[in-house]
């Protein structure tokens, strides 16, 4: 039933070696540069364009086994032992981790290509494709991982990467701040994570601890540890994906440089979460309430998101904010047990997502590293690959027909609705209609109407071919990933969905035509009056608004950052502080102190006899020896 | 007869002992010790006579040859000693005092 495939384990490795032959360049140069950008950026981009081939490879030799069997496994390496359990360093690629494969490998060589014109001229060049290189890794271990364990190498690799990568440009201490803060929060997502794999080991994980196992004894799992686990996974999804009430990390990543902001924060590392939940579709199938869970933080998030970024006023927050919410889509859609439909959404989402945030960036670079949009305005003629590429990003993300996002986000509110979740698609409408508007309001602030800043506007121009190349490269995408999911009304055949089946656990509905007319309905009509609003508004040339009432609160994000500010980080840090000033001290310290005391005190009394004469040693010897020598021959009766 | 062989091996031996702590002068501390030393080879070699036995000459030998390895290192580091301070009295060298 399993084939091997030996070259499973390069495509995680090959970027690990890059990071690590950058790593020891830019560490052995870091004083005085002898290594050119060039090298660097040569030695950067090979891992993950061999690790592209390599997927492209593997994705054509699971293509030629029939449909059933299509899993190719390799196991590198024993990882440990304990007991009768082995945990061995093992790579899975099946239909589901093969498309993850070939989209983060694609768009991951795309924005290391880019970066190499972004980044030029930085004083760590090499630290930066170090580091991005180490990312690419640990996400393609993430998702090759044959079981939760090396999954949960990748997702923590992943984590600690994100957080390398914000704090980036570490000059400014708000950007360490931010680091801090995704790193922190996604460290309570994967405790979450922790706990729902320990006690999915607990339940089922003697039997063999990796997923082809898992699946096959899922249904002893107990109904109540069922939920438990698939809960506690959620959790560490909403950490890692950004989902309510850990989302709050997410828009503060934006302090990174952009490409980390377009790879980590919107097209692969966020994704993990769903990619996690599709994978342990076999137990979401099992427990509805868990799915049903999922499903409504997700379409919370997604209106939430939206809400905060329709009132955003920073180009790559408002492009954060439309993550968080697009993420909030994707778990809906594997909520409501549609998995194929939330990992097609994840599939062209990396590439609308990432074309957005790449064009974002050539927006940012032309401006000198200035993002407010309301100091844009009018770029169109002065950006015209830029605008061309993120109009057509934009279309994707807003839904439109037959950009690629609108047959994603169609199959997600569809499934909600002919599963009978109304009042998730009545939701998702809403987010999509907001979706259209906010984007377009970004879309036409930036690039319409007039300079508001005319010295700025004369200084700008487009970015050289290694950054237009590869927004080009996902313009293609953004525009065509879309057909390769064509639903039967458009007189498609869902090759993704059908490609993904042997992976998941899920049941397709089967709603009516009306229902599927009404879903395509609701979603273009959503999509035609956000945008129109948006066009009355903006595309005239409007003027910064203030924001009063309402818009004020949905500017400040609700407060919820003061919230966790006051309700959870201001008592941890008296707690902390307390136990530093009574604790510490008295407590734990006190009996180590007075241990310290005591030595010194001996130390003190013993002083004395050390005269430092040699003559005086010659005594304490003569004295020992004598005393020895009696008590020894007393003892042996002499 | 013994006795009076075993009382001069402790007499030179105490007189080796009160040279070693009363003395100050490095090398007649030195000379104290190879006393001693020989007073302890008076005993081996007086016990093995009275025992009949090699094993006390073997012993002496071995004590000799030792004391003449230790009389080049002590007298190598007597001479460093006097390179360092140009004084070969114990008192100045107190490095340990606590």
């Known amino acids: 039933m399993e084939g091997n495939l030996s070259s499973l384990g390069f495509i995680p490795l090959l970027p690990l070696a890059g990071a690590l032959v950058l790593g020891l360049m830019h560490l052995a140069t870091c004083r005085g540069r002898l290594i050119s950008e060039r090298i660097y950026a040569l030695v950067g981009c090979i891992g993950p364009i061999l690790s592209f081939l390599l997927a492209v490879n593997v994705f054509f030799a699971l293509q030629a086994l029939p449909a059933q069997s ?122 979450g994570f922790v706990l729902g794999m320990s006690f999915l080991f607990w339940g089922i994980g003697a039997e063999g601890f990796d997923y082809l196992s898992l699946k096959a004894n899922a249904h002893l799992l107990a109904p109540t540890l069922g939920i438990t686990v698939c809960l506690l996974l959620f959790v560490g999804a909403t950490g890692k994906s950004a989902q309510i009430p ?58 939430l998101g939206a809400i905060f970024g329709m009132f955003q006023n920073d180009i790559k927050k408002i492009l954060a904010y439309s993550t968080v919410s697009q993420l909030g889509y994707m778990f809906a859609g594997v909520g409501v047990a549609a998995y194929s439909a939330g990992i097609f959404h994840v599939f062209t989402h990396a590439f609308f997502k990432a074309l957005l945030f790449l064009g974002a960036g050539s927006v940012i670079l032309a401006l000198h590293h200035r993002q407010d949009i309301w100091q844009m305005g009018g770029l169109k003629n002065k950006l015209p690959i830029t605008y061309w590429t993120m109009l057509i990003g934009a279309l994707a993300l807003a839904g439109c027909p037959p950009f690629s996002g609108f ?72 525009l065509f990933a879309g057909f390769l999911n064509l639903p039967a009304i458009f007189g498609g055949h869902q090759q993704v969905s059908h490609w993904l089946a042997p992976s998941l656990t899920e049941v397709h509905p089967h709603g009516s035509m009306a229902t599927e007319v009404l879903a395509i309905g609701g979603s273009v009509l959503a999509f035609v009056v956000g945008i129109s609003i948006a066009y009355r508004r903006f ?10 009432g309402f818009r004020k609160f949905a500017y400040h994000k609700f407060y919820v950052d003061e919230l966790y500010d006051t309700v959870l980080v201001r008592p941890y840090r008296f707690v902390g502080q307390a136990v530093q000033r009574v604790i510490e001290p008295y407590v734990t310290d006190g009996p180590v102190r007075a241990a310290a005391w005591l030595y010194r005190m001996a130390g003190l009394a013993f002083k004395v006899i050390q005269v430092g004469y040699v003559r005086v040693y010659a005594i304490y010897m003569v004295i020992g020896l004598s005393v020895m020598s009696l008590v020894l021959s007393q003892s042996l009766n002499f | 007869m013994i006795e009076h062989y075993l009382s001069l091996s402790v007499l030179l031996f105490c007189l080796g002992v009160l040279g070693v702590i009363s ?19 008076l005993g081996f070699v007086a016990v093995a006579r009275l025992h009949q036995s090699m094993d006390g000459h073997v012993l002496a030998l071995m004590v000799m040859a030792v004391a003449a390895a230790e009389a080049a290192l002590a007298l190598a580091v007597v001479i460093l000693l006097h390179k360092h301070k140009g004084n070969l009295d114990t008192n100045i060298f107190s490095l340990l005092k606590g």
């Open chain 1, 246 to 303: 850990l989302y709050v990390w997410l828009p503060d990543a934006m302090a990174g440089p952009t490409p980390v902001s377009a790879l980590i924060h919107a097209a692969t590392m966020v994704t993990a979460g769903v990619y996690m939940v599709a994978r342990f579709s076999f137990l979401y199938a099992q427990v509805e309430v868990a799915g049903l869970v999922v499903a409504w933080i997700g379409i919370m998030t997604a209106l």
């Open chain 1, 70 to 191: 299509r899993f190719l496994s390799h196991q590198a390496f024993t990882w440990f032992s304990v007991g009768e359990l082995t945990i061995s360093m093992g790579f899975l690629a099946d239909p589901l981790s093969v498309l993850m494969l070939l989209f983060v490998t694609l768009v991951g060589s795309l924005i290391h290509v880019y970066s190499i014109g972004y980044m030029a001229g930085d004083p760590a060049f090499g630290k930066f494709f170090s580091y991005l290189n180490l990312f690419l890794g640990s996400m393609l271990i993430l998702v090759l991982g044959d079981g939760p364990l090396v999954m949960f190498v990748g997702w923590e690799g992943v984590g600690l990467c994100s957080y390398l990568l914000i704090s980036y440009y570490s000059e400014d201490r708000g950007n360490v701040v931010a680091g801090n803060k995704a790193f922190i929060v996604n460290r309570i997502g994967d405790f």
């Open chain 1, 539 to 548: 595309a005239g040339g409007a003027e910064q608004p203030v924001f009063t």
């Open chain 2, 23 to 41: 003395r100050r002068n490095v090398f007649v501390v030195f000379m104290s010790i190879e006393l001693m030393l020989n007073a302890a080879n």
């Open chain 1, 407 to 478: 047959f994603s986000k169609d199959e997600i509110l569809y499934s909600a609705l002919a599963g009978g979740h109304t009042g998730i698609w009545a939701i998702g409408v809403l987010v999509a209609g907001m979706t259209a508007y906010y984007t377009f309001r970004l879309i036409f602030v930036v690039f319409h109407g007039q300079p508001r800043d005319r010295e700025v506007y004369d200084h700008a121009h487009e970015s050289p071919k290694v950054m237009t190349l590869p927004l080009i490269v996902l313009a293609v995408g953004a």
